[in-house]
């Protein structure tokens, strides 16, 4: 009897550990499933395939603070030692979403070549910006310290993002070596620099004519941007393009908003003959990427990138 006691005042209080931030489940693959399949009769969630060569470590701890530890999920190809890696950054508008919405698309990937990197990051409800920009950074350095792991290449990065995740991707990349960013993780012996940018319908800018953005964003800018101006312009990869930007695809839905900031930023890297593609995908909605046929072309143009610019 006291041993059954022992464990449950165990499993209480790793239960309410792991309970101290709180957390939005409003964004998944099935409420998005929900909400478009009316207009897009035709779309099917996409689903995992499984790679013999491609091998799944789950929850790998990357980062631990206190009683917080942040984690990722690994798919990586074991054909060859050494793969260029993709660190995947999923959507959510800051507050929501979760690193298993990425596994379909980091399997798919893996099996072409790469080492995918599915991570956890600190939400709005439990940090503002720019935290969960910091936990993408240190997960990148976390991976390059232990490439052999993972069958990692650690000049060979990559950084993809969907949505909210897709602006994140796009502001690690564009910050790299940027000393407002140096957030140096403890012992880590590398840097976050990556050498790629994959963004998936991420805006590029928080203030500017095409931009919409509203109470999400404030509330993770800790502010509207009468209030935290500075914030906004600092969250905004538009603001850091410059000649030290990596190479970067955009894979863009029909919907206008979430292209925001990606013509200006189109020109500056074409000013200093950075490498760059762009692909809208005729009559689509944001999440395109969770359901087929877009999961499919969304998977081809990333990987004809990388191929592109990592191989």
Not at 79 to 99: C, E
Not at 134 to 148: E, S, T
Not at 241 to 249: G, R
Request: aromatic share 12%; with cysteine; charged share 20%.
């Amino acid at each position: 009897m006291r041993k059954i006691v022992l464990i449950s005042v165990f499993v209480f209080y790793w239960m309410l550990a792991q309970s101290q931030y709180r957390i939005d489940t409003s964004y998944t693959i099935k409420s998005s499933y929900t909400k478009l399949i009316k207009k897009y009769p035709f779309i099917r969630i996409a689903e995992e395939t499984k790679n013999k060569n491609v091998k799944k470590i789950s929850d790998v701890v990357y980062n631990q603070d206190k009683n917080r530890a942040l984690h990722f999920d690994a798919f990586f190809n074991t054909a060859k030692k050494r793969n260029p890696a993709v660190i995947m950054i999923h959507g959510g508008g800051w507050r929501s979403g979760n690193k298993s919405q990425m596994k379909t698309m980091a399997q798919e990937i893996a099996s072409k070549g790469y080492s995918c990197f599915a991570i956890e990051y600190r939400l709005s409800l439990e940090a503002k910006y720019p935290e969960g920009v910091y936990d993408v950074k240190n997960a990148i350095k976390f991976i390059k310290d232990n490439a052999g792991k993972f069958n990692v290449d650690p000049d060979k990065i990559a950084v993809l993002g969907c949505s909210s995740g897709g602006q994140m991707a796009a502001l690690t990349g564009t910050t790299n070596g940027n000393s407002a960013f140096n957030d140096a993780q403890n012992n880590s012996k590398s840097s976050s620099k990556v050498n790629a940018i994959i963004n998936i319908d991420g805006v590029l800018a928080f203030k500017h004519p095409e931009s919409s953005e509203g109470e999400m964003a404030a509330f993770w800018l800790k502010g509207t941007v009468a209030e935290n101006p500075e914030n906004w312009k600092n969250a905004s990869a538009l603001t850091h393009t410059d000649k030290n930007t990596p190479p970067i695809v955009f894979i863009n839905s029909s919907v206008p908003r979430f292209h925001a900031g990606r013509d200006d930023m189109i020109a500056i890297l074409n000013q200093n003959n950075i490498y760059n593609e762009v692909h809208t995908i005729k009559d689509s909605p944001h999440s395109f990427w969770f359901f087929n046929p877009w999961f499919s072309e969304t998977v081809f143009y990333t990987t004809q990138f990388l191929d592109k610019v990592l191989k």
